[in-house]
Each structure stands twice: as C-alpha cells, then as structure tokens.
C-alpha cells in the first residue's frame, strides 16, 4: 500500500547549525508534499508545502527540494534556532484524494 | 474564523464507558478526518470523510465508528472504551490535496 518513510527519528543540532529530514514515498501518483512542525503539547501546523510541478520552494530558513524520479524530498531548516525544536512530519497526497499519508515524524532537539 | 474546534479538551473514562468526540470546521471543506497520537508516536488515520455522507475506515478503525452530520460537522464515538484507547486525538479539515488543519486535540484516558 502506500507508504511514506521519515528519516532520521531523533535529530540534534547544534544552535546556528543545519538540520536535514528525509522523506520517500511509495506511490508515484502522489503530487503534494507538505510538512508539518508539532510543538510539545501542541497540535502539527503546516510549515511549508511543495506539488510536483517544482522541485524546490524556499521560506526564510526553510526550505523543501523534490525528487520525482527518486520518490524523494528534503527538509532543510538552516541557522537554527531554539524555537525550531519539535517534531516535524513529511506528508504525501494525490490532489485527486482526501486521504494524506504521514510519516513517523522527526524529533529535532537544538543544542545551546 | 474559528478554524476546526473540538470538544472535550480532555476526558477520563473507565472501561467499557462509551463517549463521542465532537468536531466541527468553518472553512467550508469537504474532507474531515480523526487521528490519534500516542505519546511520543506519529499520527494514525482512524477514519476519514472524503465528503458529506461518505466515511472510509483508515489505518486503526477497530474499536471506533463515525458520523458525518452534515458538511461541518465530523464525530467519533468509542462505543466500549479500553485503556489502549489512552491517547490525545486529533481531528483535521481539508480540501482534497490541499493542506490539513488540525483541532487543538482532545485527550482521553481510559481506566
């Protein structure tokens, strides 16, 4: 069935430093990506999305690449901040369907 | 806008206590959906509503069942509550293949 692999599941950086989060997914009709931060206590909240028409979409200091061919797309946050940590989860749908598949998620500590 | 609004915040239920989880949005979208999320786990897909008047099981419906009222309005009733039903959960809203929105979550523990 379809399926969408996170990794890494737990990932401190140091403060100022990058952080990279991994995702692929099974189904290759699947034609939007988005990502989502969860905050402790908190419920997931959409960061930054990307459709299969671009390969790359920029927000401040996050960024999202895709690869059709290889069923896979990034997550980079640059320059981080204490703020940034939570956990973060890739996602994929078809815009034909309702139903979105997330991955496991991605625990992102930053260190002072 | 309110976005999408749940009640209770939070419940304690004994075993074999049933209770619906109420969840409504106000962005006019077609697709509801209800997930739970156990501590420090992913989201699982309980089930899902495409549309009005159509519910799909998801990834764990067991134990579960739902009602699609109306466009706005999306529940979820554990009909006999057991502890492995301990978990916050979540309801989200939103156009087909466009971005979700989550509720602010409703905690449950089942003793």
């Known amino acids: 069935g379809e399926n969408v692999e996170q990794h890494p599941s737990t990932l401190s950086v140091q403060e100022g430093d990058s952080a990279v989060i991994k995702c692929t997914y099974s189904?290759?009709?699947?034609?939007?990506f988005p990502w989502y931060k969860q905050e402790l206590g908190k419920r997931p909240q959409l960061i930054i999305d990307?459709?299969?028409?671009?390969g790359e979409k920029k927000d401040q200091r996050i960024a999202v690449t895709l690869n059709k061919t290889a069923k896979h797309f990034s997550l980079h946050i640059t320059e981080t901040q204490p703020e940034d940590s939570a956990v973060y989860f890739c996602a994929a749908s078809k815009s034909s369907a309702s139903k979105i598949i997330f991955g496991s998620g991605t625990r992102l500590s930053i260190r002072p | 806008n309110a976005g999408v609004t749940q009640t209770p915040k939070f419940q304690v239920l004994k075993t074999g206590q049933s209770m619906t989880l109420q969840c409504a949005q106000d962005m006019n979208h077609n697709s509801m959906y209800w997930y739970r999320q156990d501590p420090g786990m992913g989201l699982r897909l309980i089930y899902y509503?495409?549309?009005?008047?159509?519910?799909d099981k998801g990834e764990v419906p067991n134990g579960y069942n739902v009602s699609r009222l109306n466009k706005r309005e999306f529940s979820l009733r554990l009909e006999s509550a057991a502890p492995s039903q301990t978990s916050v959960y979540f309801c989200a809203s939103s156009a087909a293949g466009d971005e979700q929105y989550f509720g602010p979550g409703t905690r449950l523990t089942v003793t």
């Open positions: 990307i459709r299969s028409n671009v």
């Open positions: 509503s495409a549309s009005e008047g159509t519910t």
């Open positions: 189904d290759s009709a699947s034609n939007y």
